[in-house]
């Protein structure tokens, strides 16, 4: 299944077991192979390497973590703490 990744902005993300974790503000893209590699609960505003890194770590979800995309996004773990 397809959608426009504009109609994921500004929708509500929570887990799995009902916990709401914010607002999709930003997404992060392979454009290569045309997948969307995570959701960001933040719109990054860092100034430097560093503070992007931990803001991709503490600040967004693995889209392989998503479970469903309908009214909301569900995902199975938390915010992400790992990097691709």
């Given at each position: ?9 500004g929708?509500d ?7 709401f ?7 992060v893209l392979d ?10 609960l ?6 430097n390497?560093?503070?992007v ?8 979800v ?9 009214d909301?996004v ?11």
């Open positions: 299944m397809s959608m426009r990744l504009s109609k994921l902005y929708m993300i929570f887990t799995d077991s009902g916990k974790l914010g607002k999709v503000q930003e997404i454009l290569e192979k045309g997948v969307v590699l995570r959701l960001l933040e719109p990054i505003s860092a100034a390497k560093d503070d890194t931990r803001q991709l770590k503490e600040k967004s693995l889209y392989k973590s998503v479970k469903s995309v309908e909301v569900v995902v199975s773990k938390p915010v992400s703490v790992e990097l691709e």
